[in-house]
């Protein structure tokens, strides 16, 4: 297939006070999130001066990724859309469209399955191509990349680095925490054909990154950023629930690695940096948190790899993955079908 650009596409975040709960309202639209649920969320954001890091985080990888196509001779315009906040995705299709793109692939921020994490991000690309209308360029997703060298190694190098910060007379009381954004049981049964899709992705992650950066230490999957009310069951246990329940069994030492996600934005400096940092304090636990990809070249040039793969003829048999799970470049329909929300 012939395509004449690439699109990045993610969450967004607000950039000053004034646009916090507006783009709060953005991210909850339809779900019901009381005000009060709002205005707490809204001060994790004024911590940080009312600026969300994603944005700056989504501007060093767009250029990271066309100056890794330009020194590999990819001949491919880059735009960027977010999902809730500026530069909106419509914007950046109505932009495209405009420069005469008729067909692009979409690299979206998200490497797991399940409705949140892949799905709505394609219903994101569809009401853009609808609200710019019929004349709208054709946007296919990349695939999702949980078990590709270049998201994977990245993870395992900050595993290693967070480590050599912790005592290694200690190492045998020493434990790794893997995270990644809870979501309702529901939305987890239902992610992927058949179901489990997200939670088996991260799994496998947490499989690889453990084997490649500290077999010998054991390791759990956690969760942290739950944001639903407490009487729908999300998943569990909690990361500092987790914490509490390590510093009884008589660990010392944890490395939290955000394996479900690919920088350090909001819900990784706050949940992680400043909640779970206070959390462990509390518990006389050392707590050190591994970096996330960023702009690591192996992750930038993941993003060319990907591309290659939909673009060259050769693309599917070069194809780069860690993992075991099925695999497909684009998803089939129904695939992590959300429950009916209650009003």
């Known amino acids: 297939m012939s395509y004449d650009a690439l699109v990045l596409v993610s969450f967004g975040g607000p950039e000053r006070p004034e ?3 507006p783009f709060l309202e953005n991210v909850t639209r339809g779900r019901g999130v009381p005000p009060e649920r709002l205005a707490e969320v809204a001060e994790h954001y004024l911590h940080f ?12 990888l767009l250029a990271a990724i066309r100056a890794d196509l330009a020194a590999h001779d990819v001949d491919l315009p880059v735009y ?53 209308g019929p004349d709208a360029p054709v946007i ?11 998201f994977v190694e990245p993870h395992a190098d900050a595993v290693r680095s967070a480590l050599a910060q912790l005592d290694p007379a200690r190492r045998d009381t020493t434990r790794l925490v893997f995270t990644a954004h809870s979501i309702p049981t529901s939305a987890a049964a239902t992610a992927g054909p058949h179901g489990g899709r997200y939670t088996a992705q991260l799994a496998e992650t947490a499989r690889l990154v453990h084997a490649a950066a500290a077999p010998d230490l054991p390791y759990d999957l956690v969760w942290q950023s739950r944001s639903g009310p407490p009487q729908v069951p999300w998943l569990e246990p909690d990361v500092n629930d987790h914490l ?28 992680l940096d400043t909640e779970a940092l206070e959390t462990a304090k509390q518990l006389g636990l050392d707590l050190v948190r591994a970096g996330t990809p960023g702009t690591d ?29 099925p ?17």
């Open 49 to 60: 001066g009312g600026v969300s890091p994603i944005n700056q985080q989504c501007r060093e």
């Open 80 to 132: 960027w859309g977010n999902r809730n906040w500026d530069p909106m995705l419509a914007d950046t299709v109505a932009q495209m469209r405009d420069d005469g793109i008729a067909r692009a692939l979409a690299f979206v921020t998200s490497a797991y399955g399940g409705y949140s994490s892949c799905r709505q991000y394609q219903e994101d690309i569809a009401a853009a191509r609808a609200a710019v």
């Open 140 to 150: 296919d997703k990349l695939r999702q990349f949980w078990d590709h060298p270049g």
């Open 297 to 325: 070249p192996r992750f930038v040039s993941m993003v060319r790899e990907l591309v290659a793969e939909r673009t060259t003829p050769d693309g599917p048999a070069t194809r780069r993955r860690l993992g075991e799970l």
């Open 327 to 343: 695999m497909w470049d684009s998803c089939p329909t129904p695939c992590c079908v959300p429950a009916a929300r209650r009003p």
């Open 19 to 21: 646009d916090v709960l």
């Open 244 to 271: 509490t329940a390590l510093a009884g069994q008589g660990v010392t030492g944890v490395v939290v690695s955000p394996i479900g996600f690919v920088s350090d934005h909001l819900e990784v400096v706050w949940d």
